[in-house]
T-cell receptor, first 116, second 111 residues
Framework: DAGVIQSPRHEVTEMGQEVTLRCKPI?????LFWYRQTMMRGLELLIY????????DSGMPEDRFSAKMPNASFSTLKIQPSEPRDSAVYFC??????????????FGPGTRLTVL | KNQVEQSPQSLIILEGKNCTLQ??????????LRWYKQDTGRGPVSLTI?????NTKSNGRYTATLDADTKQSSLHITASQLSDSASYIC??????????FGTGTRLLVSP
């Protein structure tokens, strides 16, 4: 399996532009997570989906952020309009739908976003 | 407020030496604690998982300990290698799919 796939790996944009980050989870995984990582705040959960349905979006910073999962193999995180403070590394992760507490989230390589 | 604090923030050691990373947490409820390794430019990868009743868990040269009474965990790396250079993140699970992340310790193993 190729693991969690994210694109692009790097994105540089100007303030005010729309940014779309993409994620392909591991096949067969029913949970998908979007995280943001900064030096100051570390890793923060933004939103997660179960079977393509958003379950908890309480971590989404504001209305400029939106996430969708139109099917089991694809998700997007969109920022519109982008601001310099959105600069961070955005990770996508997926996990199996199991009740066990030992269920593991597998992370993608991340997208490094720079907003000028 | 749920919090996970790690120390030191960064650490430099010579190849072949041992080191210990610390994690203190104030999280409730507690489900399990994990240590993740994050290589530069990569996503975090799980190293160890410990539940409330487990004191020690090993994964090769990595040994994690947990003291649920004092709410402290440590990650000990034995005979360090250059490939151990990475950030190590302590993560506490408060329930199914609910995680609280530490800010990590950046380790550099020098030749």
């Amino acid at each position: 399996d190729a693991g969690v796939i994210q694109s692009p790996r790097h994105e540089v944009t100007e303030m005010g532009q729309e940014v779309t980050l993409r994620c392909k989870p591991i096949s067969g995984h029913d949970y998908l997570f979007w995280y943001r990582q900064t030096m100051m705040r570390g890793l923060e959960l933004l939103i997660y989906f179960n079977n393509n349905v958003p379950i908890d979006d309480s971590g989404m910073p504001e209305d400029r952020f939106s996430a969708k999962m139109p099917n089991a193999s694809f998700s997007t995180l969109k920022i519109q309009p982008s601001e310099p403070r959105d600069s961070a590394v955005y990770f996508c992760a997926s996990s199996l739908d199991r009740e066990s507490y030992t269920d593991t989230q597998y992370f993608g390589p991340g997208t490094r976003l720079t907003v000028l | 407020k749920n919090q996970v604090e790690q120390s030191p923030q960064s650490l430099i050691i010579l190849e072949g030496k041992n080191c210990t990373l610390q994690c203190n947490y104030t999280v409730s409820p507690f489900s399990n604690l994990r240590w993740y390794k994050q290589d530069t430019g990569r996503g975090p990868v799980s190293l160890t998982i410990m539940t409330f009743s487990e004191n020690t868990k090993s994964n090769g040269r990595y040994t994690a300990t947990l003291d649920a009474d004092t709410k402290q965990s440590s990650l000990h790396i034995t005979a360090s290698q250059l490939s151990d250079s990475a950030s190590y993140i302590c993560v506490v699970y408060t329930g199914f799919q609910k995680l609280v992340f530490g800010t990590g310790t950046r380790l550099l193993v020098s030749p």
